[in-house]
């Protein structure tokens, strides 16, 4: 059994947010797999997904991105599944728009979400799919540019961006990590110029 945890907030007004691309992630690969992410626990919404004679469990926190970790490990402790069979899909700006790296444990690098995820699981050994969302020109702009949608220029992009996430954790799940590193950890074609906020 493998658990998927995206990351993101709750509620309509993040939904579209590069903060939640986590989310929208879990919702591709739901689609895929012929599930609705609906059902309620672990103070998440899940959904259980059969692939491969393996069983995914597709999972959106609805404790907010910086408590994220309490419910990825209650799912993780309910379904007794050791961090080395988790995989984290979540937004990453020190990547541009259209790249994704996979990465087995390591550091949050800051991101709040997965220090969250550390500090409950007590193990940093956890498969991430980090995906690109860019940066803003300025750092002050930071809480804007994470909380915005993609502007209309960048749709195509990140449309592709959440097709090819979805392929790097059904590769991972199929295949291994590794193969989805060397598959996927490639910097796109185009590298979009960093994005003034407001």
Do not use: W
Not at 178 to 187: D, G, P, Q, V, Y
């Amino acid at each position: 059994m493998i658990l998927v945890a995206g990351l993101g907030n709750p509620g309509k007004g993040y939904a579209s947010s590069r903060h939640n691309i986590g989310f929208i992630v879990i919702d591709e690969l739901a689609k895929r797999l012929g599930v609705s992410v609906k059902k309620k626990g672990f103070r998440s919404h899940y959904a259980q997904a059969p692939i491969d004679e393996k069983k995914l469990i597709l999972l959106k926190p609805d404790t907010y991105m910086n408590r994220s970790g309490e419910a990825v490990s209650e799912a993780a402790e309910f379904f007794k599944i050791p961090a080395k069979d988790v995989i984290v899909v979540y937004d990453e700006m020190d990547l541009s728009l259209g790249s994704i790296k996979v990465k087995v444990g390591g550091g949050s690098a800051g991101h709040k979400g997965i220090q969250s995820i550390i500090n409950s699981l007590g193990d940093s050994d956890f498969i991430r799919v980090r995906v690109g969302i860019g940066k803003p020109i300025q750092k002050s702009e930071t809480v804007g540019h994470v909380l915005s949608g993609f502007e209309k220029e960048e749709k195509k992009l990140a449309k592709e961006l959440i097709v090819r996430a979805a392929d790097a954790v059904i590769e991972i799940v199929l295949r291994g990590a590794e193969s989805a590193m060397n598959k996927f950890n490639k910097k796109p074609e185009v590298t979009p110029k960093p994005r003034k906020c407001g």
